[in-house]
């Protein structure tokens, strides 16, 4: 089995209004050069071989004891991905550094999907050159909306026009593979605003959607904006119908539905995501970076100075460690699965896990069927459209 990479770029121009991620500021300073250094440094740290001969660790945990022995068969990569915060803030030769560390550490596979997150008005055609040489073959574009009132509302630092602009300027440097993140369920979104985002995505033909819902995270100024009465309460009903409005769309475009939010033309589904549904080991690197490696997920500290200051004093910024149980990792098996539209083989879980899906939850499945929920053709246990709209009540089954 492959693994995927996951590296995490902690910088933004600006915060935006209802942000929660771990992510700082960016400043023309030594602050990014030293945190790249940082990660370079704990991707090295990665491969036991290394570690054995220079594991000078001055306190903290040894890293060769947090880190799986299930790390040493999972070497073979075949996806990476540069998320952030705002990873078009690198440049061109910072990211080559930390793709020649993730190479010199993992069996990078020739065809690997190296995707890089970009913000709208954050890179030049200069840059995209610079990454394309680098490897990177894929573009995770947040444009979330094209209406200027929403972007303003999220204080996402860019307008409609400069994600049109950077649209042009990634196809000009020649990058065939781009995914568009884009956001419902907005304070004061309508659903005419909505369907004219959705008719200008489909318009530039990105080969991939990735639909999110806002959420209002507590302690960020969208939150303070709607409990002081300044934006209206998003309204859920709205969200869903856009949701389903979305779903109609899809069938008369070249896109399919493979994931609840993700939509993809043939063959072009995001194969690093695709591994979070598929319980595939990812290896996460930098700050609040977390990992699965087929028997537990860990996670490194969420403030960006003592990442960089524990890498740098050999220490490992690993922050906690959760040792799924068998029981666990059978429950994420089913329902991280189930986002996927083709949903799960019950054969092939019950050969993963010991568990007869159809026996051990034959009143739950039996009940979730006849509301609409989910449907059991033959061998394949999945969500119907309507489960898709309820899927935490499926879930929560599997839980
Ligand atoms: S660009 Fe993304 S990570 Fe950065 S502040 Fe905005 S929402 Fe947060």
Redesign the pocket.
């Known amino acids: 089995m492959t693994a995927g990479v996951y590296l995490h770029i902690p910088f ?5 209004s ?4 771990a ?1 700082d500021v960016y400043r023309e300073s030594g602050a990014v050069e030293r945190y790249v250094a940082a990660l370079c440094r704990e991707i090295r740290q990665f491969l036991p071989q290394n570690d054995a001969d220079d594991a000078n660790l001055t306190g903290g945990v040894d890293l060769r004891d947090q880190r799986s022995s299930a790390a040493v068969s999972l070497l073979t990569v075949d996806t990476i991905y540069f998320g ?3 990873p078009s803030l690198l440049s061109a030769i910072q990211v080559e550094a930390i793709l020649q560390a993730v190479r010199e550490q993992f069996e990078v596979v020739s065809d690997a999907e190296i995707t890089l997150e970009m ?1 709208p008005a954050t890179v030049t055609p200069e840059s995209l050159a610079g990454y394309l040489d680098a490897g990177v073959n894929r573009a995770s574009f ?1 444009v979330q909306t094209f209406n200027d009132r929403d972007l303003k509302l ?4 860019h307008d409609a026009n400069d994600a049109r602009n950077t649209f042009k300027m990634l196809r000009g440097a020649g990058f065939s593979n781009i995914s568009f993140d884009l956001i419902i369920g907005l304070p004061g979104q309508t659903l005419d605003d909505w369907q004219r985002n959705l008719d200008e995505a489909l318009k530039l033909d990105p080969e991939h959607l990735s639909l999110y819902i806002l959420e209002i995270h507590e302690a960020t100024p969208l939150a303070e904006q709607v409990r002081s009465g300044r934006r209206p309460v998003p309204d859920e009903e709205i969200a869903a119908e856009m949701y389903e409005h979305l779903l109609d769309r899809i069938p008369t475009t070249s896109f399919e539905q493979y994931e609840i939010s993700n939509f993809a033309k043939p063959g072009l589904a995001s194969r690093h995501n695709t591994k979070y549904w598929r319980l595939d080991p990812v290896f996460g690197f930098g700050v609040s970076a977390h990992s699965f490696d087929g028997m537990s997920r860990y996670w490194n500290v969420r403030d960006t100075q003592e990442y960089v200051s524990a890498v740098e004093a050999d220490k490992t910024p690993i922050a906690g460690r959760d040792i799924l149980t068998d029981e666990k990792l059978a429950g994420e098996r089913a329902f991280l699965g189930m986002r996927l539209t083709d949903g799960i083989s019950v054969n092939d879980y019950e050969r993963a896990t010991g568990i007869d899906l159809k026996a051990k939850y034959a009143g739950e499945l039996e009940r979730l069927a006849d509301a609409g929920l989910i449907e059991l053709a033959s061998d394949r246990l999945k969500l119907t459209r309507r489960g898709m709209l309820f899927s935490n009540e499926v879930f929560a089954v599997f839980a």
């Open positions: 933004c121009k600006s915060r935006c209802y942000c929660d991620f992510t952030g915060g705002t913000n947040g999220l204080a996402r630092g």
